[in-house]
């Protein structure tokens, strides 16, 4: 980054800021994958069409962009919910009777879902079935770099569908996809057919949302309720993988609940923003945070 001209840092005035201990996981937690830590301690990052830097300051939250570029500011309020509508809905989570959903909220304060692109969102959930963090990361980096449009100072967009239907198996495998490959490939073929695919799927109510994304390849009900919570802004979604299979599963006794029961045990338990509620369990469980309440104990068989 030292050939980088970036602005000077400036403050980014939240309704709800980002804890220093938390930007990590805010960035880097799972929502999206295009975020990396600079050996400063400051996060560079692409979203959209946007390359910023956040880092935690003495007074709360800064940025700096690329010399020339508008709109990174308002591109980064919006990202991070800077009028805290989040907050709100966090404050009516069933925290106050839920002490597993308490500890993590308290772990976990001012964690928001960031506010993405629905085709950024698609093409890194199709990427991350069966891999981790940093492997999805790879790999998306990998499509930008071969595939995306430039943003300037070696940064890049990530690819648009046609950029992706047509590239060709070399290429994909030299970003480390594996079978994922196809899924892109395949779900890119039928978007380019509907190139307001994003709006159209937009007006539609979650539960069609979440089934016409299922109807593309490789998009199975996790990646789908991913999309429709970090990508279309439905905070009723409830993604369930394998880290809230064990929060809830240990936390609340949900043991041998397929994905669809724990799905709908989540919209049912947390209500309208079941996702955000996700979020705070899937990080509470990542780093070891979740608490788990004791087994009722049985009651004495009667002496009748």
């Given at each position: 980054?030292?050939?980088?001209?970036?602005t000077?840092?400036?403050p980014?005035?939240?309704a709800?800021d980002v804890?220093?201990?938390?930007l990590?996981?805010?960035?880097?937690g799972g929502?999206s994958f295009r975020?990396?830590?600079?050996?400063?301690?400051?996060?560079?990052?692409?979203?959209?069409?946007?390359?910023?830097?956040l880092r935690?300051?003495?007074?709360?939250?800064?940025?700096?962009?690329?010399?020339g570029?508008a709109?990174?500011e308002?591109?980064?309020?919006?990202y991070l919910d800077a009028e805290?509508a989040?907050?709100?809905?966090?404050?009516?989570?069933?925290?106050?009777s839920d002490?597993?959903l308490?500890?993590a909220?308290e772990?976990?304060?001012g964690l928001?879902?960031?506010?993405q692109d629905p085709h950024?969102?698609?093409?890194?959930?199709?990427?991350?079935?069966?891999?981790r963090i940093l492997?999805?990361r790879?790999m998306v980096a990998?499509?930008?770099e071969?595939l995306?449009?430039p943003l300037?100072?070696g940064?890049?967009?990530?690819?648009?569908?046609s950029?992706?239907?047509a590239?060709?198996d070399?290429v994909?495998k030299?970003c480390?996809l594996?079978y994922r490959?196809a899924?892109l490939?395949g779900?890119?073929?039928?978007?380019?057919?509907r190139p307001r695919?994003a709006e159209?799927?937009?007006a539609l109510d979650t539960?069609?949302l979440?089934?016409?994304?299922?109807?593309?390849?490789g998009?199975?009900?996790?990646?789908?309720?991913?999309?429709t919570l970090?990508?279309?802004g439905r905070?009723?979604?409830?993604?369930?993988?394998t880290?809230?299979v064990?929060?809830?599963g240990?936390?609340y006794?949900?043991?041998?609940?397929?994905p669809?029961?724990?799905?709908?045990?989540?919209?049912?338990?947390?209500?309208a923003a079941?996702?955000?509620?996700q979020?705070?369990?899937f990080?509470a469980?990542r780093?070891g945070?979740?608490?788990?309440?004791p087994?009722?104990p049985k009651?004495?068989k009667s002496?009748?």
């Amino acid at each position: 980054m030292a050939a980088t001209e970036w602005t000077a840092w400036r403050p980014l005035r939240l309704a709800e800021d980002v804890p220093a201990a938390l930007l990590a996981e805010q960035l880097d937690g799972g929502q999206s994958f295009r975020w990396s830590a600079t050996s400063d301690g400051a996060w560079v990052g692409i979203f959209g069409r946007t390359v910023a830097m956040l880092r935690s300051g003495a007074d709360g939250l800064e940025w700096r962009g690329l010399k020339g570029a508008a709109g990174t500011e308002a591109a980064l309020l919006a990202y991070l919910d800077a009028e805290g509508a989040q907050a709100r809905l966090s404050a009516d989570l069933p925290w106050r009777s839920d002490p597993v959903l308490r500890a993590a909220r308290e772990a976990f304060p001012g964690l928001r879902i960031l506010r993405q692109d629905p085709h950024e969102t698609l093409i890194g959930f199709l990427c991350s079935s069966n891999k981790r963090i940093l492997q999805i990361r790879v790999m998306v980096a990998g499509l930008a770099e071969k595939l995306g449009e430039p943003l300037g100072a070696g940064f890049h967009a990530l690819p648009t569908w046609s950029a992706l239907a047509a590239a060709d198996d070399a290429v994909l495998k030299s970003c480390a996809l594996g079978y994922r490959a196809a899924f892109l490939r395949g779900t890119a073929q039928r978007l380019l057919a509907r190139p307001r695919w994003a709006e159209e799927f937009a007006a539609l109510d979650t539960p069609a949302l979440l089934a016409e994304l299922q109807s593309l390849p490789g998009v199975g009900p996790k990646v789908a309720a991913c999309v429709t919570l970090f990508g279309f802004g439905r905070l009723e979604s409830f993604p369930v993988d394998t880290w809230v299979v064990q929060a809830l599963g240990d936390a609340y006794g949900l043991r041998k609940w397929k994905p669809a029961q724990l799905e709908q045990f989540g919209r049912a338990h947390f209500g309208a923003a079941a996702g955000l509620a996700q979020q705070y369990l899937f990080s509470a469980a990542r780093h070891g945070k979740l608490i788990t309440l004791p087994p009722e104990p049985k009651r004495p068989k009667s002496r009748r």
